[in-house]
């Protein structure tokens, strides 16, 4: 191998070798380790923010960081913040065993969750606590479960489908067919080879932009669909309200037998 170098004189970070070419942690961990090394003091390092930075999804992330914490280049401090409020705070070390920080300023910070990110700004007394979301609807609930049997990458958590469902429902109100919303939902998909790091995301989006309209006021209702029968010669499925159904193609046999007779 032949090194290109090249000086910088601006926008680098030094890295050490005991980081870079660590025996025991993985890929992923050493350019998440330096990823953080290059961010300034008191920059946003938590796993949904770095998820946002990375192509590697959050579980990932959260691996790679426990990797960090274990071989002593990050460090979690849970900071009182009074009240009986709580937020942890990131300290990472260039290289482990070197002097810990004593300012807090000087630590790169996290929020522990959503509320200790609020306490931290503003010393307000909490909000009272808002009430649990409605559970979601059978019909959207499957619609979004079943959605990982048109494509695993599709896969959602029981939390995602319950703040995904409102949603579908929105669509269900509308009449369009369980099976339509899924056809939106998994149209066009990327190639099978690039993953979605965040199905959650991706059909969130999906669901606020490609909504259809509500029919104009005084419009016809579309006609009901005719029920499923089986086709009185073989028994295909097949729409229809006809006493002897017949498929498409059991009835072009049918008219062929007829015109020969006559």
Known sequence: MIHVRH????????????????PTLSGLAI????????????????????ALLLPEGEISIRRALNELV????????RVALGS???????????????????????????PEDAAASAAEQTEAPPSPPSPPPAP?????????????????????SCRDVERLAP?????????????????????????????????????AYRLATQQPPPLPAGAPSPPPLAPLVSCDECERAVRSHESDPLCAECRSVRG??????A
């Open 136 to 156: 979601p609807s059978k019909p959207a609930a499957a619609i979004l479960a079943r959605l990982r049997a048109v494509d695993p990458r599709l896969l959602l």
């Open 70 to 77: 274990a071989a002593g280049y990050l460090e979690r401090r």
């Open 31 to 50: 350019g998440v380790g330096v990823r953080i090394q290059s961010l300034p003091d008191g920059a946003d390092v938590s796993v949904k923010r770095l």
């Open 256 to 261: 062929a037998e007829g015109s020969s007779a």
């Open 7 to 22: 000086r910088h004189r601006d926008r680098f970070t030094v890295v050490g070798n005991h980081l870079a070419q660590h």
């Open 84 to 110: 009986g409020r709580y937020a942890t705070r990131l300290v990472w070390y260039d290289k482990p065993g070197a002097a810990a920080p004593e300012a807090a300023p000087a630590a790169v910070s996290v």
């Open 167 to 203: 949603a579908v429902d929105g669509w269900l109100a509308l009449g369009i067919e369980g099976a339509q919303v899924t056809r939106t939902l998994t149209a066009a998909l990327p190639p099978a080879h690039v993953p979605i790091h965040h199905p959650a995301r991706f059909l």
